[in-house]
């Protein structure tokens, strides 16, 4: 199998879903261009499962458009619809041995018995199982059982792949290897792929797109460099790795440029991005990756320059990192993330740093 | 510490709670059943008469067939209807799941004796059925429902049907709803995803519930007593007509033995046959 043709684009147009009078999804539009991998992310219970069986046809929509190539396939059956399906469960059947699982949608479809052996030889050699053709799922561990779910959700090339949490049943290492594997296989494959997940991980590395979901409703759609970098607001800085968030207000600095004051009294010098910086006075919100906090302990270092005077109030040794809890003189706590090694390394709880950032990574968010 | 304590101690609780069924099965089942086996064959020496009557007598040999084709043709419609059933019970929403089942349920707290006595009164010449038909204009004789093969079957089906309805419903609703969703996903539409996913999964329910039936109706007394004719015997009937009129106690055992062995026969065929082809569970 290759990428013979590049994969449709896949467009969801205002997708709502409600149960009696509970919304479960919330005019959801994004439109994902072919071949490209997106991640619904979101908590659990955010509708990122709902909102795949809609695109996959298991339930109608309560509003709203799927379109696959263009194409409206809003009112059209499931088994119509040629999107393959990689189950959070498998959903592998248990009375079909792995050859006959991955035949089944080519059985489906009518080939010849020549091809169809020939594509289920391919896609079994593509997940690596081709010794286990004729185990019954039951007898496979769950890494093997999710490959045999991959190389039948994509052997009939379906115009697009969906993937429920393909992942979440695994063990932690298991998980990266499979992470960097599904990304090849869809790469290779070209086809379009939207994957759910609830691990902020696992959507930056597999991803082309990432698209945070909360209470039914898209939060944010991005890159995951935009997602990670520029967060939309609050939920999505603080559900895509560890954030520092801040609470204050617009003020003018000695200069009379803006910057922000905590309620706690920290002043920083911030970048609105591409939005627009409010007046003077104006509630707002930033956020700071703890890695952009460097320390400073050196005790003459509160002299030289701009910087946060603060108080070690704990340390976490990780092996590669050490992550430091500060108290800045107002009694705003800030997180920080050094490299073992860096010059903080020897820093105790108790000891005077001065914690600083660039005016760049301290990003306003709406309030 | 309690003589209990020390035999849990020395023996495992296991055959601590095992023993008192185990003592009742063997006083009341196994030594009257050791007593028949033993009453067939001496009387009192060593004799292989009974056996050798019942083969060589074509009536016996046609109580036998008759036994026979009555419990298949139980046990086919008992399938067919008890398929049909539990698949509208296992698709119903909730609500109306307890109502079915409770309609399926219900019947069993009627007394058989009862049960066959009202569908007499429905199946008679001049019963209900009959006279529906006749007021419909269907007919203008009454038909011959009852003292035939017919009747017989028709009111051991309704006996019967819960034993196929119950196992091949658990089998159905052990299902994940996810194989359907992804026998769709993957191009089948709703009849070939029952024909490949529904149904051999749910066999294993069949099978049990088809082997309950027929074991139960080989062994069939009252309904073949009450609505049978005399020509449509089966071999319990038989069984009780050695034991209360002809007073043959023997051959009435002898007959009881050859009814037991081949159910016996059909259990163990049929335990090879599931054993090791279809899943343990529904689920593994
Ligand atoms: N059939 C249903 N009836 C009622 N509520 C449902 C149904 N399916 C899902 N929900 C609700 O919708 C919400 C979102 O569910 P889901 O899409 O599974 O979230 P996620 O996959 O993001 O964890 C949950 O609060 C869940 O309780
Ligand atoms: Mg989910």
Redesign the interface.
């Known amino acids: 199998m290759s990428a013979e043709t590049a994969g449709a684009t896949l467009e969801v147009a205002a997708l709502t879903k409600t149960f009696g009078r509970h919304t479960v999804v919330n005019d959801v539009s994004f439109r994902l261009d072919g071949s490209r991998l997106l991640t619904l992310l979101g908590p659990s219970g955010s509708g990122k499962t709902t909102t795949m ?1 809609r695109i ?3 339930e109608e929509p309560s509003a709203g458009r799927v379109l696959v190539g263009g194409e409206d396939i809003t009112r059209r ?9 990689v ?1 959070q ?1 498998y ?5 079909l041995t792995v050859r006959r699982n991955v035949a ?2 080519l059985e ?2 009518r080939l010849p018995r020549r091809e169809i052996e020939r594509r289920v030889g391919e896609a079994l050699a593509l997940v690596r199982l081709e010794d286990f053709a004729e185990r ?3 007898q496979l561990s769950g890494g093997q059982q999710q490959r045999v779910a991959l190389a ?2 994509v052997v ?1 090339k379906p115009r697009v792949l969906l993937m429920d949490e393909p992942l979440g049943a695994l063990d932690k290492r298991l998980r990266e290897t499979m992470q960097v594997e599904i990304r090849q296989l869809q790469q290779t494959l070209g086809i379009t792929t939207l994957s759910v997940t609830h691990d902020q991980v696992e959507a930056l590395v597999m991803s082309d797109l990432v698209a945070v979901m909360d209470g039914g409703m898209l939060q944010q759609i991005g890159t995951p460099r935009e997602l990670y970098q520029r967060p939309a607001n609050r939920f999505v800085a603080d559900f895509l790795g560890a954030s520092n968030i801040l609470a204050g207000e617009i003020a003018a600095d000695a200069a009379g440029r803006p910057s922000f004051r905590s309620t706690r009294g920290l002043v920083s010098p911030f970048d609105a991005g591409s939005r627009s910086v409010p007046d003077a006075g104006a509630t707002a919100l930033v956020v700071i990756r703890p890695e952009h906090v460097a320390i400073d302990p050196r005790p003459a270092a509160a002299a030289e320059g701009p910087g946060h005077p603060c108080v070690v109030s704990g340390v976490v040794y990780a092996g590669d990192v050490l992550w430091f809890r500060l108290r800045a003189e107002g009694g705003d706590e800030i997180l920080a993330k050094t490299l073992a090694g860096a010059d903080a390394t020897e820093c105790r709880e108790g000891d005077r740093v001065v914690a600083r950032w660039r005016r760049e990574d301290c990003l306003l968010l709406p309030a | 510490m309690s003589a209990i304590d020390t035999l849990v101690r020395r023996h495992g609780l296991t055959t601590c709670l095992l023993l008192p069924p185990l003592v009742f099965l063997a006083a009341f089942f196994v030594v009257p059943l050791i007593e028949v086996v033993r009453g067939s064959f001496f009387a009192p020496d060593l004799t292989f008469d009974h056996y050798a009557r019942m083969a060589s007598e074509p009536l016996y040999l046609r109580v036998v067939s008759i036994t026979l084709k009555i419990a298949l043709l139980t046990v086919l419609l008992c399938v067919l209807l008890g398929y049909a059933a539990a698949y509208l019970i296992a698709t119903a929403s909730p609500r109306a799941r307890q109502l079915l089942m409770l309609c399926v349920i219900v019947p069993f707290f009627l007394s058989t004796l009862i049960r066959n006595y009202i569908w007499m009164a429905i199946l008679q010449r001049s019963g209900l059925l009959n006279h529906a038909l006749r007021d419909l204009g269907l007919i203008t004789e009454p038909l011959a429902l009852m003292y035939n093969q017919t009747g017989v079957v028709v009111v051991m089906v309704n006996m019967l049907l819960p034993f196929t309805i119950f196992p091949i419903l658990s089998s159905l609703l052990a299902i994940s709803p996810d194989l359907y969703h992804a026998s769709s996903s993957l191009g089948a539409g709703p009849i070939r995803t029952f024909c490949r996913v529904t149904l051999p999964m749910s066999l294993p329910g069949v099978v049990a519930g088809a082997l309950l039936v027929f074991i139960v109706s080989l062994g069939f007394f009252i309904t073949p007593a009450l609505v049978g004719g005399q020509k449509e015997m089966m071999i319990s009937n038989l069984i009780d007509f050695h034991i209360r009129q002809v007073l043959n106690w023997p051959f009435a055992f002898a007959l009881a033995n050859v009814l037991l062995c081949g159910t016996l026969v059909l259990y163990f065929l049929y335990a090879r046959s599931v054993e090791g082809r279809l899943p343990r569970t529904a689920f593994p």
Not at chain 1, 77 to 85: E, L, M, N, Y
Not at chain 1, 91 to 95: E, I, T, V
Request: net charge positive; proline share 13%; aromatic share 16%.
């Open positions: 069986r996959a046809g298991f059956p499931a088994h119509k619809r040629d999107i393959g399906v189950f469960q959903a592998l059947f248990p009375h089944y949608p489906m479809r019954l799922p039951r039948r959700a009939f």
